[in-house]
């Protein structure tokens, strides 16, 4: 191993609030996000965790920085990869966001609610595109053209490494994932509970981007 390096990990699901009391937000446990820290740490690095709102324990040798909403991950996010040397995006941070944010509950009428939702920052493209020397990894959950969409989104986010995962991954204990080099290789394919493929994905990233920088 060469050298330590500082790791940033952003992980779980966020929330984007409707009213004092609802919000949208998905399934994203913050298990995955769990288990890369873990596989991180073993192998010497340093990690901080930007995570949404999980139930999942971190590693305690991790920094954690909680926050809610997409916008607050963004934020915090680029204040912390300003001091790491590569970014893994493991977080499922919510797409949208209401066009207004009631400031009262919203009431029942018993008519149809219609919502205007924009989109919300997308993180791991904004780190990237200003990432300079340093690294950023991707996870894509896609539910049909797994590959071709992954390798669209690697060029987007100008990743380095794309991991390809499905919907089935969401709230589970297993996973199953494809490794994608920045030339569209596929590095690797792991199977089983997310401990053993994150212990695989970060060998590849020790390989591919720890070492060789």
């Not at 394919?189 to 053993?196: D, F, H, Y």
Request: negative net charge; contains cysteine; proline residues 5%.
């Amino acid at each position: 191993m060469i050298g330590m390096a500082r790791i940033l990990i952003t992980s779980g699901p966020t929330r984007q609030y409707l009213d004092p009391v609802r919000y949208l937000t998905n399934a994203s446990s913050g298990r995955m996000g769990c288990a890369l820290a873990q596989a991180a740490i073993d192998l010497g690095h340093e990690v901080t965790i930007v995570s949404g709102p999980v139930q999942v324990p971190y590693p305690p040798q991790a920094r954690i920085v909680d926050v809610v909403s997409t916008e607050e991950m963004l934020t915090a996010a680029e204040r912390e990869f300003a001091d790491c040397d590569g970014l893994i995006g493991v977080a499922a941070p919510c797409d949208y966001r209401p066009v207004r944010v009631a400031t009262d509950k919203i009431a029942k009428t018993g008519q149809p609610l219609v919502l205007h939702l924009i989109e919300t920052p997308d993180i791991v493209a904004t780190l990237g595109a200003n990432k300079g020397t340093r690294w950023c990894v991707g996870f894509a959950l896609e539910t049909d053209d797994h590959r071709l969409r992954a390798l669209a989104k690697m060029q987007k986010k100008c990743c380095d490494l794309m991991v390809v995962n499905g919907t089935e991954a969401m709230h589970a204990v297993d996973t199953r994932v494809e490794v994608l080099s920045a030339s569209g290789d596929v590095l690797d394919r792991m199977e089983g509970s997310k401990e053993s493929v994150s212990r695989g994905i970060l060998q590849i990233i020790q390989r591919v981007l720890i070492e060789k920088g």
